[in-house]
């Protein structure tokens, strides 16, 4: 069993930045795939960002490519997403989530590849 808990959302003016944190507990998490998603409300869920179990291997939505970051600390059962340049239509809920281990080898696109979710954080963005 894993379980996840989001930190560092907020209000950002345009062109900001903010680093949500997520943590975990379980011994499966360095073994795990990882990655976040957002939903604003009205819309469906996309993925974000998602990172493999050693942290090598990355993959973004086109959206944040080269604004957002998604990196690992196994030692401390985090993973992170840095968000630069910050933008309007970024306002969402922000939610972690982690894969099973016997994915972990490569990045999930996918909400039906992972199976613990945290409970989100919001991350609103003003022009």
């Known amino acids: 069993q894993v379980q996840l808990v989001e930190a560092g959302g907020g209000l950002v003016q345009a062109g900001g930045s903010l680093r949500l944190s997520c943590a975990a507990s379980g011994r499966t998490f360095s073994s795990a795939a990882m990655g976040w998603f957002r939903q604003d409300p009205g819309k469906e869920r996309e993925v974000v960002a998602s990172?493999?179990?050693?942290?090598?291997?990355?993959d973004y939505a086109d959206s944040v490519k080269g604004r957002f970051t998604i990196s690992r600390d196994n030692a401390k059962n985090t993973v992170y997403l840095q968000m630069n340049d910050l933008k309007p239509e970024d306002t969402a809920v922000y939610y972690c989530?982690?894969?099973?281990?016997?994915?972990?080898?490569?990045?999930?696109?996918?909400?039906?590849?992972?199976?613990?979710w945290g409970q989100g954080t919001q991350v609103t963005v003003s022009s």
């Open positions: 990172i493999n179990w050693r942290g090598g291997r990355t």
């Open positions: 989530a982690a894969g099973p281990t016997y994915l972990g080898g490569s990045p999930l696109r996918r909400q039906d590849q992972y199976h613990y």
